[in-house]
Structure formats: C-alpha cells, structure tokens
C-alpha cells in the first residue's frame, strides 16, 4: 500500500457506531496484490491481454479508505468481512457495479491506517486501479451475520472477566482469545480449588446473563479511564491503550466489569442467551489460568 499519512476514521469505536454496519467513505488508495497464478503477466502461458484483463477484473486488492464499519482484526478479535462498493461519482446512493468482497481488514497500529483485502468482482475488462480511484466515493458494509457471532462471543469473554470478578478472583487478565474456534480468557495468577471454583464460576457466569445487563462503551480521559478500570484491582496500565497522539482511552464495560477494549460488542449480557454462551472449562499451568467459554452447541 502506498504511503497515505491519513489515519482512517474508525466508526465503531463509538457507542452507536458499534451497532452500525454501513457507511460511506471515500477512497484513498487501491493496490492489486494478486491475480490468478494462472494469468500472470509475466507467465509464458499467459494466452492474450484480454485473458489478463479477465484474471485482473478478479484479482485481489487492498483499499485504503479515510473511514470504515469494519472491525480490523486484533485485540483478541478476528476480522470483519463484508464489501466495498463503488458509488456513481456525484451520488452517495447510486452504486455502480464496482465491488469487492473483503475477507480481511488489518491496521498499522502505529499509523492508524486501515487497510480492506479482497477480491475484486466485476463484469468489465477495467483495471481495478481505475474501478476505485482516489477521491471515488464507496459504501462500506459489514457482514452482519458475521458481525453479530463476533460481538456476541467478544462481549462472552468479558462476562468470563466480570464473573471472575465476582467470585472474588479479580486476576489481571493477560490475553483474550475471541475467535469461534475456542475461546478463551488467561489470568496471571492461580486457583486453589479448581474444582468447586469452576462450578461457582459457571453458576455467576449464567446468572449475569440472565439479568441482561446493558453494554457501555465510552471514551475517557487517561485518569479517569484508569481509574475506572483499575477500581477493583491494578489490573491495567491503561496509558498502554492510548490512541497514538491521543491522550483519552476507549473503556467498554460488560456486566459491571470494565476494561480498555477496541473490539465490538452486543447491547448487553441477555443477547448471549440465544446462542447459550456458557464457561466450558478451567485450566492452571505455570500461573496461568485460562478460563474457556462457548456457545451451548460448540
């Protein structure tokens, strides 16, 4: 991706933004990285220009944008996915059939800068350079389906946080692990009786779901991020979430239990009853606890 010195604008960082899926924005770079291996411009068998003209009309980009809805992977979170769309010039609602299925969204923490991979769909033999241009208007839109399982199975491993909390293990957590494969939240620490302690966990863990607890996601000042997050125990050194040149620190708080957190989330704890989210096991090796949860089927 070519040198833009522009941090994208992250729209979910924000309460209401959390929940909102689509946008428009603005291109500020497209690169190709890939086209078919079979189509290559520099491959003997490569039949004619317009077989590459055909592959490129397929062929993977990055865009760059100056805002999204997309969730780039990290902090524990995989990606979002959804699409790119590219809009009639002068219209913000007129789509042309310009499009890209994005599979991966990254950022360089240090820039701030946003970058959408996918692959590029289109009928007309035009290079995709030319299909989303600097300055073309686009609308964003997160794969909501995806979007919900994600947000559910992140705000899940807070509740793991807010039941340790209440059963009275308020562990520094070292890692969170949000991903559908397995997930799972690490403590720096120990627990005596691992037995008896999971039984009460599981038990505190369904009880803060049922009383629906509603989410909040607020940006705040260093000082007083810190000392919300840290009221129970100095678990976080909260100036390490600081948004580079920023001095204020995004502080989510699920079931009570708040913490730093870029990831999205569900309105409260009584929307992981559908899917039956639960502790599913505790492990203590090396001071380390890890504590693992799921939906009830997985």
Avoid at 3 to 24: R, S, V, W
Avoid at 68 to 88: A, E, K, L, V, Y
Wanted: with cysteine; glycine share 8%.
């Amino acid at each position: 991706m070519a040198a833009n010195d522009q941090a994208t604008h992250l729209i979910h960082l924000t309460y209401d933004g959390n929940f909102q899926l689509e946008t428009n924005a603005t291109v500020l770079n497209c690169r190709i990285v890939d086209v078919p291996s079979n189509i290559r411009s520099d491959d003997s068998n490569a039949a004619t220009p317009s077989s590459y003209s055909s592959a490129k009309r397929n062929a993977r980009v990055e865009l760059q944008l100056d805002q999204t809805t997309m969730h780039p992977q990290g902090g524990g979170q995989p990606t979002d996915i959804g699409s790119i769309q590219r809009c009639n010039q002068g219209s913000s609602s007129s789509c042309c059939s310009y499009f890209v299925q994005i599979d991966k969204v990254t950022i360089d923490r240090v820039t701030g800068i946003v970058t959408h991979l996918g692959l590029i769909n289109s009928s007309e033999n035009v290079d995709p350079t030319l299909m989303f241009p600097p300055l073309s208007p686009v609308i964003v839109s997160v794969d909501a389906h995806n979007r919900r399982i994600l947000s559910e199975c992140h705000t899940a491993g807070h509740v793991v946080d807010a039941a340790m909390t209440k059963c009275d293990a308020p562990l520094p957590p070292v890692k969170g692990y949000h991903f559908m494969d397995g997930p799972y939240v690490e403590y720096a620490g120990s627990i005596s009786d691992k037995e008896g302690f999971l039984e009460r966990l599981k038990k505190v863990y369904l009880e803060l779901i049922d009383k629906d607890i509603p989410t909040s996601i607020q940006t705040l000042p260093l000082h007083e991020a810190s000392s919300i997050c840290n009221r129970l125990a100095q678990n976080f050194n909260v100036q390490d979430f600081c948004t580079e040149g920023s001095p204020n620190v995004r502080v989510v708080t699920v079931a009570g239990y708040s913490c730093p957190c870029g990831g999205t989330h569900v309105c409260s704890t009584g929307d992981l009853k559908e899917r039956g989210w639960c502790i599913k096991g505790l492990r203590c090796k090396k001071g380390v606890v890890r504590v693992r949860y799921g939906p009830r089927d997985c």
